[in-house]
C-alpha cells in the first residue's frame, strides 16, 4: 500500500480556515489513491472556483484549474484525451450545483469515466456565506437577511433521475468512510458523484459538524445500490441524510466509448501521428 504522503505538497501555501472540513476531504482523497497505489503522475485533479476548487493547489499531481462551474467539462476532455489516466473533478455546491449546474446535468448524461467530488458545505465559503444552491429554505445569510426563499437542488436525486451510474455521499467527518466511497467511485467505470457534506466553521453556524453528525446515518448492507427507486427514495429524505453508495449500474458505455476513437487502438489522442492528408480531405470536404 502507497503512503498517502506522497501526494503531499509540504510548500504549499493553505487558504483554508482552521477547522474547515475541506481539510479532512483532502486527506480522504489521498489516502483513497495511496489505497489504490496511484502515482501523482497517473492522476489529474481538475477544479472550477472556490475554496473547494483550490483542493489541488495542496496537492502533488497534475490538475486543471478552469473557469467557475467549468470543472466537468475540463475532466470529460482530458479523460477522452487520454483514458489512461484517473481523472477527479473536484469543487463546492456552489461551483458544482450553481454556476456548474448545467454542465452538471450533461456530464451524468454522457456517463465519462470521471469521479465526481462536492464539498458540500451549504453556503458560498470563498465570498463569506451567502446562500448556494444547497442552502436550506429559510437560512438567514449576509444577503439573504429575510431568509432563503427557494427550495434546495437535491444533488443526489438529480443525478439518479438523470441517468448517473454511480451516487454516494459522504461526510467529511469520517475520513475512513469518506476514502472508501471515493475509492469504489474512481474505480467505478462511467461517471461517479460523491456528495461530500462538509462544515463551514467561519460562515455557517446552522450546519456544523455536530449537525452532520446528528442528521445522517450510514446505509446498512441490506441496501440493494442497484435498486433504482430505493435509491431515489434515500436521496429524497431529509430528516436524516443516508451516507454512502446509494445507486450503482456497472457496465453502461462511456463517453470514451461512444467517441469510437479507442476500439483499435488505445493509444492517448496526444502520442499519435496525425494524417495530415486525411485532415486536409475533410477540411477540404466542408469548403
Not at 99 to 109: I, M, S
Not at 191 to 203: E, H, I, K, M, R
Not at 245 to 273: A, C, N, Q, V
Amino acid at each position: 500500500m502507497t503512503d498517502p504522503r506522497i501526494f503531499d505538497l509540504p510548500e504549499a501555501d493553505m487558504a483554508w480556515c482552521p477547522g474547515c472540513g475541506d481539510f479532512k476531504i483532502l486527506e480522504a482523497l489521498k489516502k483513497a489513491l495511496a489505497d489504490m497505489d496511484m502515482a501523482p503522475e497517473d492522476v489529474v485533479v481538475v477544479s472550477g472556483i472556490g475554496q473547494a476548487a483550490k483542493t489541488p493547489h495542496f496537492m502533488k499531481c497534475n490538475f486543471l484549474n478552469g473557469l467557475h462551474g467549468r470543472a466537468l467539462s475540463h475532466a470529460t476532455g482530458v479523460k477522452a484525451a487520454n483514458p489512461k489516466l484517473t481523472v477527479v473533478a473536484v469543487g463546492g455546491d456552489g461551483d458544482m450545483y450553481g454556476e456548474g449546474g448545467n454542465h452538471f446535468l450533461h456530464t451524468v448524461r454522457r456517463n465519462p469515466d470521471i469521479a465526481n467530488f462536492v464539498y458540500n458545505n451549504m453556503v458560498y465559503g470563498l465570498t463569506k456565506g451567502q446562500a448556494s444552491p444547497t442552502s436550506p429554505k429559510g437560512m438567514v445569510t449576509p444577503v439573504q437577511t429575510r431568509g432563503v426563499s427557494s427550495e434546495p437542488v437535491n444533488p443526489l436525486a438529480l443525478a439518479i433521475v438523470q441517468g448517473a451510474t454511480f451516487v454516494a455521499r459522504a461526510f467529511s467527518g469520517d475520513v475512513d468512510h469518506t476514502a472508501e466511497t471515493m475509492k469504489a467511485a474512481i474505480k467505478h467505470r462511467g461517471y461517479a458523484l460523491v456528495d461530500v457534506f462538509q462544515p463551514c466553521v467561519s460562515f455557517n453556524k446552522i450546519n456544523t459538524f455536530k449537525w452532520f453528525k446528528d442528521h445522517t446515518y450510514r446505509l446498512g448492507d441490506e441496501h440493494d445500490s442497484s435498486d433504482r427507486s430505493a435509491a431515489l427514495a434515500l436521496a429524497m429524505e431529509t430528516e436524516r441524510f443516508p451516507l454512502g453508495i446509494l445507486y450503482r449500474e456497472e457496465g453502461r458505455p462511456t463517453f470514451e466509448d461512444s467517441l469510437g476513437i479507442y476500439e483499435k487502438d488505445d493509444t492517448p489522442l496526444h502520442r499519435r501521428s496525425p494524417d495530415v492528408d486525411k485532415v486536409r480531405e475533410t477540411i477540404d470536404s466542408m469548403a
